[in-house]
Structure formats: structure tokens, C-alpha cells
């Protein structure tokens, strides 16, 4: 069974800046692409950023465009979200999910596994 796990989510005023890995058991990430994705209180969850199986291709929506990078190390089965001038609306809960293609995609229904989802608040 896949497990991918997030961590590096917290607690950072505006302005800040934090780093969330994503970790996945054996070779989930082999060959798919995978996306962030965040779900605010009281709102749907919502594309972030993803990256192509080889990192050559990203995706990011507009809001995080310039301030948020993703990308992946494949021989360390982990891929990583660095989010630089962190903004009250970016509080949410973070998680990565791996897609069912090669390719980066923005719709949750092109991802077939799940992470548990990391915290994180920005205080303004």
C-alpha cells in the first residue's frame, strides 16, 4: 500500500517562509507526476503546484506563481514545495498526492494517492 507522508508545515507570520516534503513508501513516485494540492477551512480542496515524473515540467496556479517552488529528488522518493512570502490566504492544509499520468495536472480526479495532509498558518 502507498503511504506518502507531508511535514514541514507550521505556524509563520506574513512574509515568511516554510518547506513541506512529501514522502512516499517504495516507488509510488516512479514515473508519475505529483501535486500539492490545499483545502482552507469551509472551502474545497484546490490545486497548488505540481511537477512532471522527471521534474522537467511544473504547474502552479496563478496565486503562487513567483513565490512557491516545486520540485522532487527521485532517488530520495521525496518531493518538496518551497513557499517564500507566505500570505494570510495561503493557511490551509497542505497535501501531496501522486497522479495516475506522467504529466502534471491541476484536477484532484487525475491523483490516485492521498497524503494525511500538513498544517500550515500564516499569521498576518
Known amino acids: 500500500q502507498v503511504q506518502l507522508v507531508e511535514s514541514g508545515g507550521g505556524l509563520v507570520q506574513a512574509g515568511g517562509s516554510l518547506r513541506l516534503s512529501c514522502a512516499a513508501s517504495?516507488?509510488?513516485?516512479?514515473?508519475?507526476?505529483v501535486g500539492w494540492f490545499r483545502q482552507a477551512p469551509g472551502k474545497e480542496r484546490e490545486f497548488v503546484a505540481a511537477i512532471s515524473w522527471d521534474g522537467g515540467m511544473t504547474l502552479y496556479t496563478d496565486s503562487v506563481k513567483g513565490r512557491f517552488t516545486i520540485s522532487r529528488d527521485n532517488a530520495k522518493n521525496t518531493v518538496s514545495l518551497q513557499m517564500n512570502s507566505l500570505q494570510p490566504e495561503d493557511t490551509a492544509v497542505y497535501y501531496c498526492a501522486v497522479s495516475i499520468l506522467g504529466t502534471p495536472r491541476t484536477y484532484r480526479t487525475d491523483y490516485k494517492n492521498w497524503g494525511q495532509g500538513t498544517q500550515v498558518t500564516v499569521s498576518s
Open positions: 517504495g516507488r509510488a513516485f516512479s514515473g508519475y507526476a
